[in-house]
């Protein structure tokens, strides 16, 4: 949803998506990873045989290994928006011309800065998280990765805990531009462009 914020702000002609596009396509895939885990886990968890059991955590694994492949590909899409943003290279398929770079430079805010780097902060700790995930259940349940509690705490919960300080501390409502502010456009959701 960040993401597609600062896109609407930025300029959707540099984006692969539509703005609001963005929260459909990966809420719709997070949420689909999540009820594979859980379908995972209730295999494993109900199942009476050994056999069951490993069916379950290998489709637990499968789910994981998923959202990894769509943190993997959000961090792309991003990538991709802010390098064609920074180097003026908009999407042929908008019809729009090069923009002046002053004119693209007055449309980052300090905010705006500042929540990219947040976003980009949070994914990294969703992606350590998730590569550790993936590798504490490849060893199963009676793997020594999943009986360490330390490396629970650093790469599970420690990345976690990162993650919602740093959009806490460099939260949307506060980094963002203010829909009263001068130069926010209420009809395209934009910043106007300031011509020098």
């Known amino acids: 949803m960040i993401l597609g914020e600062i896109i609407a702000l930025l300029g959707e002609s540099f984006s692969r998506f539509p703005a609001k596009r963005y929260s459909v396509i990966f809420l719709t895939f997070d949420i689909l990873c999540l009820f594979i885990q859980g379908a995972g886990g209730g295999i494993a968890a109900s199942g009476d045989s050994l056999s069951q059991t490993k069916l379950g955590t290998d489709v637990i694994l499968v789910g994981i290994i998923f959202q990894l492949l769509v943190i993997i590909a959000f961090m792309g899409c991003a990538l991709e928006f802010y390098h064609r943003f920074q180097n003026n290279k908009p999407f042929p398929r908008h019809d729009v011309q090069r923009i002046d770079k002053d004119c693209l430079n007055n449309r980052i805010t300090p905010g705006i800065r500042w929540m990219s780097l947040g976003l980009m902060l949070s994914i990294f700790f969703f992606l350590i998280r998730s590569i ?30 990162f993650a919602i300080y740093t959009i806490n501390i460099l939260h949307p409502g506060r980094l963002f531009p203010n829909p009263a502010a001068k130069g926010y456009n209420k009809e395209t959701n934009e910043l106007d462009i300031i011509t020098p």
Do not use: P, S
């Not at 590798?135 to 490396?151: K, M, N, R, V």
């Open 132 to 161: 550790y995930r993936i590798i504490e259940l490849a060893g199963g349940w009676d793997g020594t990765i999943i009986h360490t509690q330390i490396y629970f705490n650093l790469f599970d919960g420690l990345m976690i805990t």
